[in-house]
């Protein structure tokens, strides 16, 4: 089903937030094929001064399986390209063929303002979350073998990237830059409802296949058992499931939700649905450090990006094979970035 309106689209929200729920059920659509975190502009860098690195794809497959998760026929893919919005949208486009092209992932959740220039007509859907739900399904999905979400810092992350995403999405908005935006519990709840307002805004006819998962190909989705939600039959949350937040931790996240809540006069975030009334915030030492904190972890990522498009081949080939030893099948085939190197999300 040829679409007329332009590309990419990013999905993005923060991990853990139903984005690849979200991106499943828009697939669903027969004029809509997202890539599942393609995420190639996590590695800029191999694009520069107006050419490609000539093992650019070897890279790229190498970081996260983008190309055989997606059965891209690299043949068809030039070595040399200008710069990396030839060589994401080449990629985006084989894949889609005459649909709506773009991908998912929310490893893009400070990056919006980027990627709106690097990609002039991107558009953009954001799915948010109670950000104490994202840092407990991040634990769950820890506790169950993967090793991306066991890093040190990942809910703190979490935890403060949802604001940094706000911000990004306030810059798009005031720049004209089309953006949708929708809540997850609203999304499992009235999936119909939620899925034809997101047609709406990429301006092509709601299909109700879009609102259940009955034969949608998740075959781009790492194997993994955090998956196991998004890869079943029906919509839903799993209920009578225990607390697995540490009360520090837990409390902190309520600090925060109440200061944004104040913030934007109780907007932002939609959910969780609190009381009125004074509540706990944190002080000013607490969001500096917290900030401090963050801002550091973040390098380290980029850090992690850097080292993927630079180091020989060989070497990141040879420190993968030893952490795999130790790795189960599921957890090794996860986004590949340098896995538990110690001061990743």
Known sequence: MPVETPGPVFVVGMWRSGTSLLYTLLNQHPGIALMYEADLPLLRQLFRNG???????????????????????????????????????????????????????????????????????????????????????????????????????????????????KSECEALINRGIPLHQIQYEEMIQEPERVLSGVCEFL??????????????????????????????????????????????????????????????????????????????QPGRLERSWDEIVFRGWRGFDRFTSLVYCYAPISVLRRYRSAKSKDRSPEVAKEPSVLPEVSPRS
């Open 203 to 280: 301006k092509i006819p709601f299909d109700s296949q879009m609102a259940c998962l009955d034969g949608a190909d998740r075959s781009a989705i790492y194997e993994a058992d955090h998956h196991a939600g998004v890869k079943s039959k029906t919509i839903g949350l799993k209920n009578g499931r225990d607390e697995v937040l540490p009360l520090p931790f837990k409390n902190k996240i309520d600090r925060y939700v109440s200061y944004w809540q104040r913030e934007y006069a109780g907007s932002w975030p939609l959910y969780p649905k609190t009381p009125d009334g004074e509540r706990p």
């Open 51 to 165: 050419r490609s690195k000539q093992d650019w794809l070897e890279r790229w497959e190498f970081w996260n399986s983008a190309l055989s998760r997606h059965r891209i026929d690299r043949q068809q893919i030039p070595h040399n390209v200008p710069d990396l919005r030839s060589a994401a949208e080449i990629v985006w486009k084989q894949y889609a063929g005459g649909a709506l092209y773009g991908e998912k992932s929310p490893n893009y959740y400070d990056s919006l303002q980027w990627l709106s220039r690097e990609f002039p007509n991107a558009r953009f859907v954001v799915i948010w979350r109670d950000p104490a739900d994202i840092c407990r399904s991040i634990i769950r999905a820890a506790q169950t073998g993967s090793s991306f979400f066991a890093k040190r810092g990942i809910t703190h992350r979490a935890l403060l990237g949802t604001r940094r995403l």
